[in-house]
Structure formats: C-alpha cells, structure tokens
C-alpha cells in the first residue's frame, strides 16, 4: 500500500494567529482613522498580507503612495511580530497534539503548507516543531492559495505523491488549493463554508482515530 502524508495549515488550523492579524490590522486602520470591524476582517481570510493592506486602504478610502504603503506593510508585521512573541503552548487548537502524535507514532510523515512567514517561529513557541518533517511557509512560495503551489512543494519535499496527501485546512482558498492539488482535503470549520471538502469537521475534537485509520 502507498504511503500517505499529512499536511497542515498553520492558521485555524493548529494555532489561532487570526486574531493577533486582525488586531494588528486594526491598529493600522485606527491610527489611520478609521474603524476596522471583525466582519471585514473575514475578506482577508487565506489572502496575501500585500493584498490585504490594498483592501484595508480601500475600506478607509486611502489613497498612498508606495513608500507609505511599504512603511505600513512594515508597521503591521512588526506589531503582529510583537503579538506572537507571547504565544505559548496554551494557543494551540484543541486535539491538534492528539491527531500529531497519533501520526508521529504510526511514523506517517507530515508537513506544515502555510502562508506565514512566521510558521517556524510560531511552531516554535508553542512547542509542536518536532512534529513536523517539512516545513513549507510564505518563505518558499511564490503563489497564494487557491494555487496548489504550497501544498505541492510540501508532498514533493515528504517524498510522498500528491494522490497519498491529505491536508487539513480552515479557508476555502486552502481547500481548492489541496483538491486542484488532487489530494484529500479535510475542512476545519464551518462546513457550510469549507464545503467543497473531501471531509468536514468543526474542530479536531471531532476527529476520531477510527477516521484517522481510514485515512491512513
């Protein structure tokens, strides 16, 4: 029988980092004078940071010039890097560790396909880095999701073809991106949302190991 991979999204999926995104966001759109609500906060759901400082401007009718617009770019990651730095073990998702460890101990390879540039240093911080064989980030990519360009990087570096991958992610961009991929996606979240998902479940309680096998 062939092999199988598991790849994880890192936002809503293994940690909430959404939060501290949109907090920094909304310190950008405050000092900038203007409110930034949480509803507008879902536009930028699995959407590049460039991007979504373009949308933010347009939300607060900006106009800026490139320099400014680079300046804020620098800005918002600095205050999200500053957010982050106080992340610990208590940040990670329910059952995430549960599903990991089951994984690790049946010696099943898994990788991390995330838009963050800080994936590495969040893993870090939270204590669940030596899970993962393969870490493929915002560093290593040049495509957003919807494009498959994350995910398949991930199963070219498992050694593993994309048909064996299955991939566990929280934004409808991530799921198109695994089944364009041609791999198994599992959504987390709303399914109402995710589905276009092989699989659906609200959160990772959900997530029994007899489903793991089925997997495997």
């Known amino acids: 029988m062939e092999r199988k991979g ?26 900038l004078g203007f409110e930034f609500t949480l509803k507008q906060n879902e536009l930028f759901k699995g959407v590049s940071r460039k991007r979504c400082l373009e949308i933010l401007l ?27 730095e106080k992340m610990n073990a208590s940040e990670i998702l329910p059952d995430v560790p549960k ?21 590495k240093p969040i893993l870090e911080k939270v204590g ?30 498992l050694g593993v073809e994309p048909i064996n991958c299955v991939v566990f992610e929280d934004a409808v961009a991530g799921i198109q991106a695994a089944n364009t991929a041609g791999m198994v996606s599992v959504g987390i979240g709303d399914s109402k949302t995710l589905h276009e998902a092989n699989y659906n479940f609200r959160d990772f309680r959900e997530i029994s190991i007899e489903f793991l096998n089925t997997l495997i």
Do not use: C
Not at 99 to 119: D, H, M, W
Not at 129 to 157: C, H, M, Q, R, W
């Open 6 to 31: 598991f790849i994880f999204d890192l936002d809503g999926v293994i940690v909430d980092t959404a939060k501290y995104h949109y907090l920094a966001w909304k310190k950008l759109a405050n000092e």
């Open 58 to 84: 347009e939300i607060g009718n900006i106009n800026a010039s490139q320099e400014q617009f680079d300046q804020w770019m620098v800005e918002k990651n600095e205050d999200y890097l500053h957010y982050i």
């Open 99 to 119: 599903v990991l460890e089951f994984l690790k101990n049946r010696k099943l390879p898994i990788a991390l396909g995330s838009a963050s540039k800080n994936a």
């Open 128 to 157: 669940l880095l030596s899970y993962f064989d393969v870490i493929v980030d915002g560093n290593n990519v040049t495509k957003a999701k919807p494009d498959p360009e994350v995910f398949l990087i991930a199963s070219s570096n």
